[in-house]
């Protein structure tokens, strides 16, 4: 028999997600299929080599930029990544847990300036696959995580 607990949580293209363990309550990000990889913006980062470790300074609310969240993290790797003009360039990796709907898990996440872009955070196919299926007609079916 199918059990529905093991079925994939159905969301909108575009979502509320928390991530926890930085302290961000609430985000909204945009389920892109397109993308292999997850990306969250940033004003700037910082490495530290001998963690090593990323410093990360995120501004989450366009509108209100002035308001920055400071995350220091572990640094996974330094990634080469396709941007969406199809240029390759090399981004930070690193890890946190997600929570969107009733799903938490951990999703792996390339560092990136996407100043200008609506959304401070694409959740990419590595994030979605197992645990999500995007309707692509929806948006918001999960606004409180």
Known sequence: MDDPA??????????VAALPEWGIPRLRVKADTGARTSAIDVL???IDEAGPTAELRLALDPRHLERVTVVRTPLLAMVVVSNSGGQRE??????TTLRLGPVTKRVRLTVA???????????GRQALLGDFLVDVSQKYLWKKT
């Open 6 to 15: 093991q079925r994939p949580l159905v969301i909108g293209w575009k979502e």
């Open 44 to 46: 700037d980062y910082a």
């Open 90 to 95: 090399c981004r930070p990796l690193v890890e």
């Open 113 to 123: 300036n996407r100043a200008g872009l609506r959304f401070r955070m694409l959740l």
